[in-house]
């Protein structure tokens, strides 16, 4: 059974950062699925925030461009955001998700796997 842990959420003051990672130990298919960082935050539609393929190509949405990375360590599972520059809007919930899929270069379609979340605050 595929399990994803997120861990490294916290509350920060604008313009902190922070880096969350993902455990997936149990998956053994990590190193060629697609892996993702969505967000939700209360009263908000969830937003995927970044993606990155199996050969670390990435993908982010405008509102975090340019202050957010997404990585990813193939030999040790973990999945990594790191988050510069926060602001009070990206306060949150946030999820390690990965697909099912391997082998995918688009990492279009939705997710199979998710964690259980990690909480992001920052305050203003």
């Known amino acids: 059974q595929v399990q994803l842990e997120e861990s490294g959420g916290g509350s920060v003051q604008a313009g902190g950062s922070l880096r969350l990672a993902c455990g997936a130990s149990?998956?053994?298919?990590?190193?060629?699925?697609?892996m993702y960082w969505f967000r939700q935050a209360p009263g908000k539609e969830r937003e995927q925030v970044a993606r990155?393929?199996?050969?670390?190509?990435?993908t982010y949405a405008d509102s975090v461009k340019g202050r957010f990375t997404i990585s990813r360590d193939n030999a040790k599972n973990i999945l990594y955001l790191q988050m510069n520059s926060l602001q009070p809007e990206d306060t949150a919930m946030y999820y390690c998700?990965?697909?099912?899929?391997?082998?995918?270069?688009?990492?279009?379609?939705?997710?199979?796997?998710w964690g259980q979340g990690t909480q992001v605050t920052v305050s203003s």
């Open positions: 990155i393929t199996y050969d670390h190509s990435t």
């Open positions: 998700a990965a697909s099912g899929h391997t082998y995918d270069s688009s990492c279009l379609g939705d997710p199979n796997y």
């Open positions: 149990t998956y053994p298919d990590y190193s060629t699925v697609c």
